[in-house]
């Protein structure tokens, strides 16, 4: 059962309540290099990142951000570290929600006049425990990151700061369930979920997979990252996929796709290849079946918007499950992208 966390507003984007759970990711350029920063920015936005982090290390990142601001169309969120002056700026510059991490920002008067700072200018902050927050390992890991974020918001609460999201998130995938199961409990504040430096595309996929889909399917997650040793755009396109596996978002295009066998003789693969060239960034929400055999055709995809089953030089297109016309095998993937145009056209 979901429990309904605080609403809070970034930007123009809402999370908590009954919004949708958000997909986020983090820039990877040096933010103090604002064309570079933004031109990877805009490109995640293309493939619909909805919330973006920039690593903010220093004043002169921090004043970077107006310029930023202007030329992007979602949230700015400030990571800040270390130096609470940078936070300051951060703000000062039109950051849309800033991220603190425990521990190492320990001065209760500059962590209060941050927060009141962002008080003022209707600024959330999230509260980011990960097991960097030691400057030594704690020997129980659960507690000491439960009472790291427990902390700072007795902290900001002094200041009758109450615009908050929290997360706690680390690389071991069951420590970050059992985290984040109890801080969900303890807390009514919206949780942005994520297992961090997970790894290489193949290894995050699988613990990214795994950890979020445990959190999500229990009703834990507010925002999600999934954190990737690589292009962000993968990010931001797993962070879809695993939604659209536990039926929570709807978005862009869901190919499936049958893993072939010996009965295949056509190229399914490559098919699949094309899809994703041609319609990656698509941002509505499309079901396209790509079959290998009449074994595994209409049948299996019935529920697709669109699809093809290929047989021996030749294929079928199919729309909801019914045959629409036969194909030459040189015309079904020009077949298939025509229709999937068409569909997304009429939408």
């Known amino acids: 059962m979901r429990k309904i966390k605080k609403e809070v507003r970034i930007g123009d984007i809402l999370i908590g309540g009954n919004n949708p759970i958000r997909v986020q990711s983090m820039s990877k350029t040096d933010t103090r290099d604002v064309e570079a920063t933004v031109n990877q920015i805009l490109m995640l936005e293309d493939y619909g990142c909805e919330l973006i982090r920039v690593a903010v290390k220093d004043l002169e990142a921090a004043a970077k951000i107006k310029e930023i601001k202007k030329k992007i169309h979602i949230p700015l969120i400030a990571d800040i570290h270390f130096d609470p002056r940078v936070a300051i700026e951060s703000v000062i510059n039109g950051a849309d929600k800033i991220r603190l991490n425990p521990s190492n920002i320990t001065d209760r008067d500059w ?106 399917n229990e009703g834990i997650g507010d925002t999600l990252r999934v954190s990737i040793t690589g292009d962000p755009v993968e990010e931001v396109i797993a962070g879809y996929n695993i939604l659209k596996a536990l039926g929570l978002r709807k978005h862009g295009i869901e190919i499936i796709s049958c893993p072939t066998c010996g009965r295949a003789e056509v190229e399914i693969e490559e098919i699949v290849k094309k899809l994703n060239v041609d319609f990656g960034n698509v941002n509505k929400s499309i079901k396209v079946a790509v079959m290998g055999c009449v074994v595994n055709g209409p049948g299996e995809a019935k529920d697709a918007d669109v699809g093809v089953a290929c047989g021996k030089d030749s294929g079928v297109l199919f729309k909801k499950g019914k045959i629409k016309k036969i194909l030459k095998e040189n015309e079904i993937y020009p077949a298939l992208k025509d229709e999937i145009e068409n569909i997304l056209n009429e939408n």
């Open 111 to 216: 962590i209060k006049k941050i927060a009141m700072l962002c008080k003022e200018r209707g600024i959330p902050i999230r509260i980011g425990a990960n097991l960097g927050s030691f400057k030594e390992r704690p020997k129980n890991l659960v507690e000491a990151l439960v009472n790291s974020v427990k902390n700072e918001i007795r902290i900001l609460n002094s200041v009758d700061f109450d615009n908050i999201v929290i997360s706690a998130k680390t690389s071991d995938v069951l420590l970050t369930v059992e985290v984040n199961r109890i801080i969900n409990e303890l807390f009514d504040y919206p949780i942005h979920i994520g297992i961090t430096e997970a790894g290489p595309l193949r290894d995050s996929l699988v613990k990214s997979s795994v950890g979020l889909g445990i959190l999500l």
